[in-house]
Structures are given as structure tokens and as C-alpha cells.
């Protein structure tokens, strides 16, 4: 039903004087006819496509089906371009622009006339850069992902994306293959257009913003080249103008009750780590006050449930076909373990109508409660006087052993000091020593790159070793696994003690409760920090001005949704003055 009558976009079509003539006359020049700016909402497609994006490249036609369904609907579609930063080959780092694409996003947005946005994306940070975008500026948006690859096959095997890169490395150290065997898995592992078919980090925002409520049920399992992608695309086009018309705004879905599902959901599914990160930028665009420690409150304790790697056997082509994230949300609802059954959605229904029926095809994909892959798979939060303001440590991709561990540092002062030492046969390691990176935090890379996951001394893998406790206050892909400490916070380049940690020091993980500690007095501590603060030079690339030197003075720790301080919050979509 037809609600809301005062369109945003008539503030630029609906007039009868020269700014109208003007607005209109040049969108004329696309063969536009007059009717179309007489009261259709004008829904905006904000498009990530991009050739050097290889998980958006078919991102044009998935906006075409967009446009066929705004148009079946009675609204009226215009697409734009808006920064698409790739994972797989971009500078330092993605990380490095979600939030410059996050701006662009919000000044497209809020300067265009739109009364409403389809968003696509798909690659890791198109995801929240696009929702911290939309919601920095509140007006109604239905996301729609790109969907996964098709599940990698090689040599009869089934491989995942991202996760074989780091297995079949490992192998190559450790004197298991040789190199061309290990190149020869490229194109196995990339069969198809779409994201990673592992859980990484694109699945695991994908699988966040379903249980949001910002897309409609089962986007994120879809498989890029499946049928129903297009069909899902089509549907996003009619209902984002139904939205119009309700006024559902992002704040109506992204509430409080809807983060808290999020992070249920994550744990069940064995999600990325860099979802605490992207889940608190987004909340912070919107008003809600999300913290690290929540993740210990909601997400601790769920079982994880779906089978997939890195922590699993299958890969997200299989997820789709077992019934997808309304089968994991219905399985938690059932045994009252979804937080907020009644949380609202973008189709207007709650997420328990969206999931009350869902279906289980396939037990061995999506497990049932009494047959979890880990008990307890919820992100575990470390804080200690090695992380005040904490690190994450993802339970489902560890190795129990390891969970509780104490060992001698070996220190890295960056990344390109690991890998100048790494394969170094008199490195002072072993398999009981922890390996600590410094230097990779969001201010010190910068962009906070996934170095976090440090492959192990060959000299260990060659008898056997497959893992090791390894802290950083870097990020790691949500398609690697091991025993990794990350995003320790307060990070190296901004004094935090992890700058501090020397080669044959003594830390402790203790998991089970939630504990990361160097053995050294408070004094100790204390003047070693000192001392460091004292000498840390400032960092040339301040000086060089640009982007790097916006990011780096604003950017905030990664306990803080590493947004930029200026851009937290809702600013709002009021229509700017004229600009003639």
C-alpha cells in the first residue's frame, strides 16, 4: 500500500521552475520520457562492478535484473558507479578504502536524487562499505550480494577458495609438492564468476547482512552463476520500491536486536573474524552501541553448526543447496537461540516468518545441534595486559591444543621482517613458541592488511607442524584458519604493549577465559612502554599527505570498527541546496 506521498527526488523533478527544467531537461538526454519523473520513486542502483574486482565483474547484469524489477514495480531505476575496492588486488590493502568507499557511497547517496538504493556488492568490503554508507545517510536500501563461485575442483578434490592458497603454500614449504603443482591449482580453485566459496569474509558479510535484515531471505547462499542470483536481483528491484512507499529505513532494520542475531548467526556458522570489525562500523553509522564485549555475551557458547572450510569440509555451493542461512537461523530458532525472533526485515516480515519453514537438506552441511563441528564456536574476545582493549581469536578455526597455551615470543617487527626471517634454519623457534607480528594494525601498515595468519617455519612443517599460536595486531581472511590472536588492541603504531613484546618473553593464551597476558611486572611493562613512546618516530607517510595521511590520523583501533572518527554516525539524507 501506497504510503509515504513526499518523495525525495521531487525536490529535483517536481518543480515547475528553472532548477526543474534543469534537472529534468539534461536526464532527458537519455532518452528519458516526462512521465517518468511524475511521482515514480526514483530507486538508485549503487554498483560495485569492476573488471579489477573479479568477484563484482557481473555485477552489470545482476543491475539489470535490478532495474527490470524497479521498473515491473512502478519505480524509476538509475545506476551508479561508486568505488569498488577488491580484495584479491588491491594495495595495501581492501581495508585500506571500505571507508573512502564508504564516503563515496554516502555523498552519492545524499547528493543525487534517490528515494531509495539497491546495493551491490559481494568482494569483502563492498559489503559494510556500502552499509555504512547507506546508513550514515538512513534512507530505505535492500542489499544484494554477487554470490559465491562455484565449489573449486582440482585433481578430483574439492578445494576452496582462498583456504587451498594457504594449504597448498604450506605444502610447498614444507617439501610435500612442488611449486608447479601448487600453481597448477589457480584455475581449479576459481571456476566461476562470485566471491570466495569458502567461509571467508564476502560469505561471512553476506550470511551478516541476511541476518540484519537488509536483504531478502537466502541472498547469501545463492551461487553466482545460478539462475535464482538473477531472479533474487529481479525481486530487490520490486520491493525496494514497496519501501519507499512504507518508509523502511535502514534504522527500522538495523537495530540493536538485529546486530544481536548477527552475532548469534555468526558464531553458528563459523564466520570471519573481521566480521566484529565491519559489524561495529555499521553500527556505528547507525546509532547503536555495539561492543567488543558483546560478542562474548551473544556469540559465546553457540554451537557452530555449518560444515564449511575454513573450519569444515564443504564449500558455500553446498551451503545453498542444504537450505541455506534460513535453514541455520531456523535450527537456532527452534532450540530458542535466536536472540530476536521478531527483529523486522527488508520484505516487511520478521526473520522468524522469513525462517519459521525453512528446510534441512543436507545434515552433514548444516549440522543439528546435537552434532555441532565445534561446541562452542562464537568469536572469542582476549584482554589482558597484552590486549586492554582486545584482541579476537576465531574457536572454530583453532586448534583445541593450542587454546589454552603458554610459550616464549618470537618477535617480528613487521611484515616485511617475517618474511626476510621466516625460513631461516637458525630462527629460535619451535612448535610451543608464540609468534608475534607487530606493526600491521590499522595505523601501522597502514589498512590493517590480513597478514595476521604467518605460515609457519618450514623447518617446523617439515616435521609435521600444522600450527602454532600466532598474535598480531593485523586482520587475517575469514579463508584462513590456525591458531591466530588478532586485532590486538591498542596496536603497535599507536603505543600499545604489543609494541613492546621482545624475542623469548613469556605469553599466555587462556581462552577459556578470555585471557592474553605477557609475563612481565606492571613496572616492567610500564617502562618499556615508556621508553618505546619515547623513540616511535612519526610516520613518513603523514608527510606525503594524500589518503594515506587522512587514514592514518583518523582512522580508529580495530575494538572500534576501525571507521574513520569523523564519519561515525547518521548524518542523514536532506536534500542539499541547489547547485544552481
Known amino acids: 500500500m501506497k504510503k509515504k506521498t513526499d518523495l525525495r527526488s521531487a525536490q529535483w523533478?517536481?518543480?515547475?521552475?528553472?532548477?526543474?527544467?534543469?534537472?529534468?531537461?539534461?536526464?532527458?538526454?537519455?532518452?528519458?520520457?516526462?512521465?517518468?519523473?511524475?511521482?515514480?520513486?526514483?530507486?538508485?542502483i549503487c554498483n560495485t562492478w569492476s573488471e579489477l574486482t573479479p568477484c563484482n565483474a557481473h555485477f552489470r547484469r545482476i543491475a539489470d535484473r535490478v532495474k527490470q524489477g524497479v521498473l515491473e514495480a512502478g519505480g524509476y531505476p538509475v545506476e551508479f558507479p561508486v568505488f569498488s575496492n577488491g580484495e584479491s588486488n588491491l594495495r595495501p590493502t581492501a581495508m585500506f578504502t571500505r571507508n573512502l568507499a564508504s564516503m563515496d557511497v554516502e555523498e552519492a547517496i545524499r547528493g543525487n536524487p534517490v528515494d531509495a538504493v539497491v546495493l551491490l556488492a559481494g568482494c569483502d568490503k563492498t559489503t559494510p562499505a556500502l552499509l555504512m554508507g547507506a546508513a550514515s545517510c538512513d534512507i530505505p536500501a535492500i542489499l544484494v550480494t554477487g554470490g559465491p563461485m562455484l565449489n573449486g575442483k582440482h585433481k578430483g578434490k574439492t578445494i576452496g577458495s582462498g583456504?587451498?592458497?594457504?594449504?597448498?603454500?604450506?605444502?610447498?614449504k614444507a617439501g610435500k609438492i612442488s611449486i608447479e603443482e601448487f600453481l597448477s591449482a589457480?584455475?581449479?580453485?576459481?571456476?566461476?564468476?562470485?566471491?570466495?566459496?569458502?567461509?571467508?569474509?564476502?560469505?561471512?558479510?553476506a550470511c551478516m547482512a541476511e541476518s540484519l535484515g537488509v536483504t531478502l531471505p537466502y541472498n547469501a547462499a545463492i551461487p553466482a552463476v545460478d539462475a535464482s542470483r538473477y531472479t533474487l536481483a529481479h525481486l530487490s528491484g520490486m520491493r525496494i520500491v514497496d519501501m519507499v512507499w512504507e518508509d523502511l529505513r535502514l534504522s527500522k532494520l538495523l537495530t540493536r536486536e538485529a546486530f544481536e542475531n548477527a552475532i548469534r548467526t555468526n558464531a553458528a556458522i563459523g564466520g570471519s573474524t573481521n566480521a566484529a570489525i565491519h559489524l561495529k562500523a555499521i553500527a556505528g553509522r547507525i546509532g547503536v552501541d555495539l561492543e567488543l564485549d558483546d560478542w562474548t555475551r551473544i556469540g559465546r557458547g553457540t554451537p557452530?553448526?555449518?560444515?564449511?572450510?575454513?573450519?569444515?569440509?564443504f564449500l558455500m555451493e553446498d551451503f545453498c543447496y542444504a537450505g541455506g542461512l534460513p535453514a541455520v537461523l531456523r535450527t537456532l530458532g527452534d532450540a530458542d537461540l535466536l536472540p530476536h525472533k521478531d527483529a523486522l526485515t527488508a520484505n516487511g516480515k520478521t526473520l522468524w516468518e522469513n525462517v519459521c519453514n525453512a528446510d534441512n537438506y543436507n545434515t552433514e552441511v548444516i549440522r543439528t545441534l546435537d552434532n555441532p563441528l565445534v561446541d562452542d564456536g562464537g568469536l572469542c574476545i582476549l584482554r589482558g595486559n597484552l590486549a586492554p582493549r582486545g584482541a579476537v581469536l576465531k574457536p572454530s578455526a583453532a586448534s583445541?591444543?593450542?587454546?589454552?597455551?603458554?610459550?616464549?615470543?618470537?618477535?617480528?617487527?613487521?611484515?616485511?621482517?617475517?618474511?626476510?626471517?621466516?625460513?631461516?634454519?637458525d630462527l629460535d623457534v619451535d612448535e610451543n613458541s608464540v609468534m608475534v607480528l607487530k606493526n600491521c594494525g590499522p595505523r601501522g601498515y597502514p589498512g590493517m592488511a590480513e597478514?595476521?595468519?604467518?605460515?609457519?617455519?618450514?623447518?617446523?612443517?617439515?616435521?609435521?607442524?600444522?600450527?602454532?599460536?600466532?598474535?598480531?595486531?593485523?586482520?587475517?581472511?575469514?579463508?584462513?584458519?590456525?591458531?591466530?590472536?588478532?586485532?590486538?588492541?591498542?596496536?603497535?603504531?599507536?603505543?600499545?604493549?604489543?609494541?613492546?613484546?621482545?624475542?623469548?618473553?613469556?605469553?599466555?593464551?587462556?581462552?577459556?577465559?578470555?585471557?592474553?597476558?605477557?609475563?612481565?611486572?606492571?613496572?616492567?611493562?610500564q617502562a618499556r612502554l615508556d621508553k618505546h613512546n619515547a623513540e616511535k618516530p612519526v610516520n613518513p607517510l603523514i608527510a606525503q599527505g594524500g589518503y594515506r595521511s587522512l587514514y592514518i590520523e583518523h582512522v580508529m583501533q580495530a575494538d572500534d570498527g576501525c571507521d574513520f572518527d569523523f564519519l561515525v554516525g547518521c548524518r542523514g539524507s536532506d536534500v542539499p541546496r541547489h547547485s544552481h
Not at 594449504?167 to 610447498?172: A, I
Not at 589457480?186 to 558479510?205: F, L, V
Open 13 to 44: 523533478f517536481g518543480t515547475i521552475d528553472k532548477n526543474g527544467f534543469m534537472y529534468r531537461s539534461w536526464m532527458k538526454n537519455q532518452g528519458t520520457p516526462d512521465h517518468e519523473f511524475q511521482g515514480k520513486p526514483i530507486i538508485g
Open 163 to 172: 583456504t587451498a592458497v594457504w594449504q597448498l603454500h604450506e605444502e610447498v
Open 186 to 205: 589457480e584455475r581449479s580453485m576459481s571456476r566461476s564468476e562470485g566471491t570466495c566459496n569458502t567461509m571467508g569474509t564476502a560469505s561471512t558479510m
Open 304 to 313: 557452530t553448526i555449518l560444515d564449511l572450510m575454513p573450519s569444515g569440509r
Open 400 to 425: 583445541p591444543h593450542l587454546m589454552q597455551h603458554r610459550g616464549k615470543a618470537v618477535v617480528f617487527e613487521d611484515f616485511d621482517d617475517y618474511k626476510a626471517r621466516i625460513a631461516d634454519p
Open 451 to 525: 597478514v595476521g595468519n604467518m605460515g609457519l617455519p618450514p623447518k617446523l612443517l617439515e616435521r609435521g607442524i600444522t600450527d602454532m599460536v600466532r598474535i598480531s595486531d593485523a586482520r587475517m581472511s575469514g579463508t584462513a584458519y590456525g591458531t591466530v590472536v588478532l586485532h590486538t588492541a591498542p596496536e603497535t603504531a599507536v603505543g600499545g604493549p604489543i609494541a613492546i613484546v621482545q624475542n623469548g618473553d613469556w605469553i599466555e593464551l587462556d581462552s577459556a577465559n578470555g585471557a592474553l597476558n605477557i609475563d612481565i611486572s606492571d613496572e616492567e611493562l
